[in-house]
């Protein structure tokens, strides 16, 4: 399918909706702008299963109640919840 846009002022570029449809493209689907030659080319970038922004990790965290922790306390847990959520998905160097 053939199709045809313009940069905004921005650098915007609105990909039509047919096109976008063809693709299966939904809202939100990040792109990976290429430059080819005179031309670019948009490809999507699978998300990995589980990969979170750091919005969302920072959202998700656990929250603690208790008394302060040393820095070394801290780095203990985080690195226990990370075995713990990982577990089997990544090697883990220690």
Do not use: C
């Amino acid at each position: 399918m053939n199709a045809e846009t313009k940069v905004s002022a921005k650098g915007q570029v609105v990909i039509p909706k047919a096109v976008r449809d063809e693709l299966a493209w939904p809202e939100g689907t990040r792109l990976r702008v290429e430059r080819v030659g005179g031309a670019v080319t948009l490809r999507p970038i699978e998300a990995r299963r589980g990969t979170l922004t750091v919005e969302e990790f920072v959202a998700r965290r656990p929250k603690y109640e208790g008394p302060p922790l040393s820095l070394e306390e801290m780095d203990a847990l985080t690195a226990r919840e990370m075995r713990r959520r990982f577990a089997g998905e990544y090697k883990i160097k220690r």
